[in-house]
């Protein structure tokens, strides 16, 4: 099943948001090491909710529940994202997307497009690295450039993809002495280099080449079954567009069409525990935070009402009498998220919203 729906903006209100820690800007590198989104001091007077992406690849790391994290701060959110990220031969190699750009500047996140810097050798791969370090002082720069940024997220991450390509380029001298100093041998340099030709050529050739792969992962997951699913109804492809030309990529879990209400939902499993973990929740509320707000939803050609929905299950059926403390906590703050943004919550197979 192939979904086609158009967003214009996106009205949200988050409760599930963790208390973030604040740090000045010298002390970033330590920050960035100790916490995956946090405040951060830029001078004596402005802060900012700051974010980072382990990887360039929006299925790696939770980076949706990391964005989530910042949703509810006041200020300018930011995220920083690797534009590549190659733990060597033996391991996986990333690129930045556009799509995945343009749904930050959907959500009002501006983008810092950095690279790593340093690693370590993978204890348990010849030829793998781990423990990555970003290029400190680059995103420092772009920080400060921030702060007297008046302008949208929208103009500012336009503006970085003219940065793209020099800092692809770093990224690949990075792990160029990555490699010689730890020797490792990494990813061969072609697929990069071509890449980085196509972002030269124009922002439309870097969107075009982007569109392409995303549309190709698409159509392999909609073909996928992951353990963290357990789904009942058909899984689709979904391809929302937006009013300044961007598109975006998605699968529906499980699909299900009632009359002219079709409830797009996102499925999260657990094989241990009472719920599916938080990061895998708050995944999923990213989502909703786009399928709540989709508008003109079409399936060839016929129109539908859609519902987003967040379907929650458990190798063992899930009982709210069971949960912990925490746990009735939380579900109780997913409640009053679902009511505040209109979505609907699944509990195994049952409506609780």
Known sequence: MNIAARIKDTKYTPFLCRPLKTYDIKDLEDAISKDATFILQTDGKNKIALSWWVSSKRTRSYP???????????????????????EGAEGDRDFLQWDTISLMSLLDIYVIISYYKTAKPSERYKNKITKQRFAIEQIKKEITNLSSYHSSALHWNIAQID??????????????????KLKIVMHNRDGAEKRIAEIKKSKDAFMRLSRQLAESAQKRESATTQ????????????????????????????????????????AKNTTRGHLPSLSDIKDALLKMVLFSNLKNVEID??????????????????????????EKEMFERLIREAKTNS?????????IV
């Open 64 to 86: 949706y529940a990391r964005v989530y994290d910042s949703l509810d701060f006041m200020g300018k959110k930011v995220t920083i994202i690797p534009a590549i990220k190659d």
């Open 301 to 326: 050609g016929n129109h539908y009402n859609p519902i987003a929905t967040i379907k929650l299950t458990g190798n063992d059926v899930i009982k709210r009498s069971s949960l912990s403390g925490g």
């Open 227 to 266: 353990v963290k699913e357990l789904v009942d109804g058909t899984k689709a492809t979904i391809t929302i567009s937006n009013y300044v030309g961007g598109f975006y990529f998605f699968t529906c879990d499980e699909v299900r069409i009632k009359g002219n209400s079709i409830f797009l939902i996102d």
């Open 163 to 180: 940065k793209l390509a020099e800092i692809s380029n770093n990224a690949l001298k990075s792990y160029d002495e990555i490699a010689s």
């Open 343 to 351: 979505f609907k919550i699944l509990l195994n197979n049952t409506v």
